[in-house]
């Protein structure tokens, strides 16, 4: 059975770069996305970005320049940075496993980001 | 982007109700659409797949059914652990994209 534990920083300030990182437990790495989901109360749930093992990205056009994924296999473990935030980017922020042409499962227990001015 | 409507916010019902939970696309998704169930503290569950397919270990109240623009989750029997907010989600254009989320509160 697959796990996700997640891990990062919870507090910012305004300006600094955001890092969490995403472990891997009970199953293969290879043939996924693995995803980033963020939760806040003014926007919902909204899809952040994805790598797959191979290393290639896609992210949200809304945060595009800002988000950089990486992933580490060695580890079985992704990561997520999201440079110069602001109070916008408070929220839950999720990892999650996606199967090629399906859906987010399972998901990490979430961690909560607070930006302060 | 393609940008999923869930109305309204809230519904109130009674534990044993029927639930009838509404998601509709802005533009044609065909069946690329899945419902999550999310409870305070814990991490969202994967419920429908494709649009009607319950996921794994699911219980068989919980149902979907729809396609194109407009989609139903229907939970046939509420039980007390249902009351949590439903999201739809679409895989069919990228970026991927949630509905704002259907509360199911205890009237």
């Known amino acids: 059975q697959v796990q996700l534990q997640q891990w990062g920083v919870g507090l910012l300030k305004s300006s600094e770069t955001l890092s969490l990182t995403c472990a891997v437990y009970g199953g293969s790495f290879s043939g996924y996305y693995w995803s980033w989901i963020r939760q806040s109360p003014e926007k919902g749930l909204e899809w952040v970005g994805e790598?797959?093992?191979?290393?290639?990205?896609y992210y949200n056009p809304s945060l595009n320049s800002r988000v950089t994924m990486s992933i580490d296999t060695s580890k079985n473990q992704f990561s997520l940075n999201l440079s110069s935030v602001t109070a916008a980017d408070t929220a839950i922020y999720y990892c999650?496993?996606?199967?090629?042409?399906?859906?987010?499962?399972?998901w990490g227990q979430g961690t909560l980001v607070t930006v302060s001015s | 982007e393609i940008v999923l409507t869930q109305s309204p916010a809230t519904l109130s019902f009674s534990p044993g109700e029927r639930a009838t939970l509404s998601c509709r696309a802005s533009q044609s998704v065909g069946s690329s659409l899945a419902w999550y169930q999310h409870k305070a503290g814990q991490a969202p569950r994967l419920l429908i797949s494709d649009a009607s397919n319950r996921a794994t270990g699911i219980p068989a109240r919980f149902s979907g059914s729809g396609s194109g623009t407009d989609f139903t989750l229907t939970i046939s029997s509420l039980e007390p652990e249902d009351f949590a907010v439903y999201y739809c989600?679409?895989?069919?254009?990228?970026?991927?994209?949630f509905g704002g989320g259907t509360e199911v509160e205890v009237k």
């Open positions: 999650a496993r996606r199967p090629r042409n399906s859906w987010f499962d399972p």
């Open positions: 989600q679409q895989r069919s254009n990228w970026p991927l994209t």
């Open positions: 790598i797959t093992h191979s290393g290639s990205t």
